[in-house]
């Protein structure tokens, strides 16, 4: 499949499939896929960062209350999104849920910057859910800060 960098100023670039349409919301960008015209899927961004506790917590609590947001009411440990963090500090996380609808929700996060993607479909198995999966992996962030907690430097004359 063809693609493109896509930019959303200079926080990210994303592989955007050149048969897909992309909207600019104002807050919010749609992307509709050809194979799924009928189903979004919405991305939205967050700077700073709307949690404490750096980007894993961000990540997180922003799966969790976008789950609770559509009626997800189930206590936190049932919903338990699972969420990796890699060796540049970046946190990404995704979260599949039922409620009149399928949900999926993506969430990455890095420095103070939240990246949230999330579509519904009638079927949990939509084609959409893959396609989304896949462009939110393609996604670079613009700058990474690598975390402090790297070791000390050695004491000495510089």
């Not at 050809?34 to 799966?63: D, H, K, M, N, W």
């Not at 399928?102 to 949990?124: C, D, G, Y």
């Not at 939110?136 to 975390?147: K, T």
């Amino acid at each position: 499949m063809s693609t493109e960098a896509w930019r959303w100023g200079d926080l990210f670039e994303l592989d955007v499939p050149l048969s897909a349409e992309v909207r600019d919301l104002g807050e919010m960008v749609e992307l509709r896929f050809a194979e799924e015209p009928e189903t979004p899927l919405l991305i939205a961004t967050f700077s700073p960062l709307p949690t404490s506790g750096g980007p894993e917590r961000a990540v997180q609590g922003a799966l969790e209350r976008f789950a609770m947001s559509r009626g997800f009411a189930q206590p936190p440990a049932v919903l338990d999104p699972l969420v990796n963090v890699d060796d540049r500090g970046v946190a990404m996380g995704r979260l599949a849920f039922v409620t009149d609808l399928a949900w999926e929700v993506l969430a990455i996060a890095w420095n103070q910057h939240l990246v949230v993607a999330f579509s519904a479909a009638a079927r949990p198995d939509a084609g959409i859910f893959d396609r989304a999966e896949a462009l939110i992996a393609s996604l670079r962030p613009g700058e990474v800060i690598v975390s402090n907690e790297a070791p000390a430097e050695a004491p000495g004359d510089f």
